[in-house]
Structure formats: C-alpha cells, structure tokens
C-alpha cells in the first residue's frame, strides 16, 4: 500500500493553527458470512473551524460509514477498524475510553441524519426529545430543558415554537422535522456538524430553505461542518472543500470552484458530465459505463479500472495514491489532490 | 373516435335481455377496434380532460361517515402525442403520482376522462379496458419493490403473456424474454437470475422490460430513476430515450428532479397541490416560466456549477405546501406566493394563455394558471 499524502493544506481561517478534525488513514471492514467487505480503505481529510467539507460518493462509496466512524455509531462487530486515527482537536478518538469518547459525542460533535422520521422517537413530544440534551448532558430541570427546546425551536424557524412544543413528530411537514433534526444537533453548540444527506428527503424548495438554515448557523456559530451528499448539485452551493469517494477511497480532493470546473480524476469528470443540466437542453448524456464494484470483490490497482476510459495496464496492478496535482508548468494548485495515474492527462489534456 | 360506439347502438326502443347483450359486444367490439387503430405520429394519442380524484376521509367505525376529501388531483387536463414525452414534474404531494395511476386505470376517477384514442377509458371494462391495459404500461419508482423476489427474471418479465397470450405464444416465450433482455442491455443468460441478484440499474432495466413485453404504445414512468445512483441514473436515461425512437412509445415521465425532465421531455407539465400550474414545451417552461412557482422552482434547483449559481437569482418560498384536504381558496398557490393578492384568494385562475401573451408570438405565449403571469428567466446567469 502507498502512503498517501496530506492532500489539504490548513485553512485560513483555522482559529488555533490545527484542524478540528483529522481522519488519518482510516480502514473499515465488515465481517460478513459471504467474507470481509472493505468499505473503507485508507480515507484521509481534515476540517477546520468554520469549515464545509463536502464528501461526495455513490452509494456503497464508504462515505457514511466513515462518518459513524467518527461519530462511534458503527455496530462493532461487524464494524471493524483494523488501522487509522480520527484525532478531533489533536486527540485519537479511536484509543479514548468509551467514557471520554461518550462526553465528544453529541457534546462537541453532533450528527444530523438523512431521515428525520426515521431518527426521530415517535412516541415522545419534540419538546421533550430536544429538552432531553440538556437534561441528559447538562442535568437541567425539566422545565428549564423545556424553555430551551422553545429557544431552539425558535433558532431554527420553527413557526409559533411555544405552541408545537408538545407537538409529537408526525405533526410535523418533512421539512419542519429536518429542522427539529438540526435543532437537536445545535443544542449543545457543536465544534463539528455531521450532515449525512441532511436534505435528500426533502422537496426542492424546503431543501433550499434548509440549506440556507444550516449554513447561517454553521456561520453563526463557526462550526466545522462534514456535508455527505451524492448530489452534486447541493455540494456546488454551500461547500467549501471536496473529496470524491470511490470504493472506500478519496479519488480527488479540490476547492469547490476548481473541481467543477477542472476535474483531475475520470470519475469525478463522469459524473459531473453524467448530470443533465437545467440552462439547456443537451445531446445524449454521457454514462459512466458498468457498475460500482462490489466491495467484497474490489478490483485489483485503481478500483475505478474497469469502467475508465483512460484505464491502461498500470491501472490494473498498481493502487494510485492521492497525490498533490500541479499546473501544466508545475505551479501549485493549493488544495487540489488526484488519485490516478494520469491526472495529468485528465486534468490538462 | 368518441362518437362510433354511440352511433353503433341500434334504435331499437323496446330492446330484450339478449338484445343489450348484442348491443354491449358489438360496442365492445367497435371499442377494441379504435383501440387498436394506429395513430400518426404528433397526433393526439392520450387526451385528459377535467381528471378528478378525491379520496375520502371517513370518521367513525361502524357508521363511517364522510368528513371530507383528499383533494389529491382537482382538474387536471392535458394532451399527449404520439411519440412525445410529456414530462410532469411537482413536490411531494402534488398529486402527480396519483395521475399516473388514473391513467392506468388503477384507482377510479372521481370525475374527468381520460381519452385513449377516442375511447374514454375510465368508462370502458372487460375486452375494452384489457386491450387498453395492454397498450398503456407503467414503470416503477423503486426497483427494490416493484419486482416479486421469488420469482425469476424470466417469470417476471413473462407474466405480462400470461395475461395476454395472443402476444406470445407459449412455446415462444422463453425467446421473447430473452429477446426483451437483450433489448434492456442485460444478458440473456440472466434469465433464470432472481432480482436480488441485480444491481439497482439493473432492476429498473428489467422493470423496463417488463413495460415493453406487450408492445405497448404509451409508458407512464413514475420517477424510474430517483432512487439510483448518478452514474446509473445516465446510463438508463439513455436506454429510455433510444426504445423511444425504436418502438416510437410515448412517454409520461413523472418526476421531481427538474434538469433530468428537462432533458427527456418535450413538453413540461408543472403541478401544484393536484392542479397543472403551467405547461408547455421544454424551452418554453425551463427558459421562459411565468407561473411564480415554476420560477420559484427552477431557482430553488441546486445547480453543479459554483460560478453560475453567484449569479443566479434564487427565491426561496417561505412555509410548506398546504394539506391537500384543506387547500387554500382561489390559486392554491398563493399562501407562499410573493405576488399574492385579494384577487388570488377570490378566483381561482384557470390554465390559459395569459391574456398579455395572447397576440404576441413570444415563447411566454403559453398556458399558465397565474392572474398575474410574468415572464422570468431564473435558470440562466444574469
């Protein structure tokens, strides 16, 4: 295995000079009758205060089971990390005591998940859902706990929030549950925010309004923010930084400007050419040809190597790293990384 | 045409019991018939006129009594031609789906009628409705669902014969599907596989092929590709649109993904809270909209390109889409409307060609149910 290189370089606006959050080559399987399914292999990337990182993948791309490993959510067993470090603040989460790592999570760093019908408890109010935060974290009073589920409600634009208080969730719309969601994830004032697909159940028009929501708080409160999305759509209006997963690997990180215009790895240059558009009315759309690879059975070298059109024989044997990319005359792209072999050809060519 | 099964009726004033039974088979015939003329290309193929469904809200358990309705679709009218794609886009809740199932004759309309050729099938049962039923097919949202686990491929897209025989005799069916397969771009030899064997984009490819085993003119997809992967999504886009030229099948493509109805269809039907909010031809609803919630729509729609969307003017509608039981009086549309106005909450604004746009020969010239239709580009950069 190649090492793999520090892709992103610090941002300016860190506030203490390190990164929130570092993964530093981050393995997860699971063990499984049919074998060891390896959906993440080696995942790399850093966020700072103030921060959006979107991950950008398909589904069975290891970028939701990267996220619950950092939030300590995984099952294990199955879940097994057999290498890697998730340092938050400098501290490795993943050698803490069940203890210190349980006074991280919900506390310092909150989650947001894709299905808030789902996340949410149906037989108890949303007041009580949201007072429990401060009950359970702070030992507040419930009458107390219950004024601050009001105070939130209100946070997040939840419409006469005294009176829905004792409102349960299935009288909420879809779009006024993501918001109790993200009402839930503030409570204790996050240093990070983990959105796995925060707006992919939502309608078009509600998915604006929380998007909109979600980065002024992220501003508000200068929180670090991992955006998991397969749509690139969303990624392009709120981002910071991008990193494109493929099988349980980062194929390319970039600013959000330059990926989209200038990508450095087929995939990404696929996908972004697989989307239809909206201003106009194009030809045939092009297709990525065959299928994500089954994580039981990864492709040997690049896991991409059977459905690129660039794949040559060295794609078939060697696992091209993540390596800094550069200009045509070797000037830096700050930021920029690409895993293939002929970036060069992708990305100038 | 609407009018042959009446004039078929003879004038028989006194008619007996076996008489009615001549009278309804040879109507039934001539039925069966006009169902299965051709229609030319651009003609008319499927006409909707005033489609209604209500679903009733009951109270009580032994005396259910009716408390009110669902107003799931409240008039909605439309044409589709031979060989077109007529694509309906809305929220969740529109009503959109609930179309699609009318058409197939799966739920009853509450009221409106739905003209296949000239024959209003709502109204029509036995041989009639079964012919209709064989050149009218749906393909599913989710792939996951919408095929049987324990049967195979095979079973699966053959069932369709069962039903219909005449279309594939017995000894010749295993061929067929084969041949549907090969169509689908799967592998014949796939025949035998169960569906859990097969990827997402797989599936859907044999639920499609399940569509096309009868041959069948008109296809009524119900968001077929929301529920794949974006590399996926492409590769069955495309399969669609080449069996389109290839059996020239006209497409209903209902979904909620603005840019992928923009690229298939032809014509854009929009609808809000059970009711058609504005529709026409691609261009003249993606470039030039003048319903205030087909713009709020399309700028609402996140698009893949960070420099265009810092110039994109975006308007972000404050509130929910109301409950279909209670909908608001006059434009459904103006409790989140900015150009609201009494007028909007007294009349509610029929789908017309606005009256400022009647003369002129301007892309804006097409049917939009606003009072105070406007031409706005919101898709392009200023």
Redesign the interface.
Known sequence: MTIIEEAFVPSPRDNDGGPLLEVRDLHVEFHTREGVVKAVNGVNYNVAAGETLAVLG??GSGKSVTAQAIMGILDMPPAKIPQGEIRFRGQDMLTMSADERRKIRGQRIAMIFQDALSSLNPVLSVGYQLGEMFRVHQGMSKKDAKAKAIELMDRVKIPAAAARVNDYPHQF????RQRIMIAMALALEPELIIADEPTTAL???????V??LLAELQREYNMGLILIT????????VADKIAVMYAGRIVETAP??EL??RPAHPYTR???D??????Q??Q??????G??PNLLRIPTGCAFNPRCPKAQDICRTDIPALLPVTEQDGGELPGRASACHFWKETLHG | MAELSKNDEPQDATPNVSDVDVVEAASEEASVAAIEATVERGEPILQVRNLVKHFPLTQGILFKKQIGAVKAVDGVSFDLHQGETLGIVGESGCGKSTVAKLLMNLEQATAGEIFYKGQDITKLSGRALKAVRRNIQMVFQDPYTSLNPRMTVGDIIGEPFDIHPEVAPKGDRRRRVQELLDVVGLNPEYINRYPHQFSGGQRQRIGIARGLALNPEIIICDEPVSALDVSVQAQVINLMERLQDEFNLSYIFIAHDLSIVRHISDRVGVMYLGKIAEIGSDEQIYEHPTHPYTQALLSAVPVPDPEAREHRERIILTGDVPSPANPPSGCHFRTRCWKAQDKCAEEVPLLAIPERFKASDTPASHESACHFAEEKDVVHAA
């Open positions: 398909e589904s719309s879809g779009g006024m309608d078009v028009t509600v998915q604006a309004q998007m909109d397969h749509d690139l759509g969303v990624v392009a209006d959000v400007h989209y215009k696929g996908l972004l697989s989307i239809p558009r909206l201003d009315k194009g045939e759309l092009y297709a990525i040809k299928l994500p």
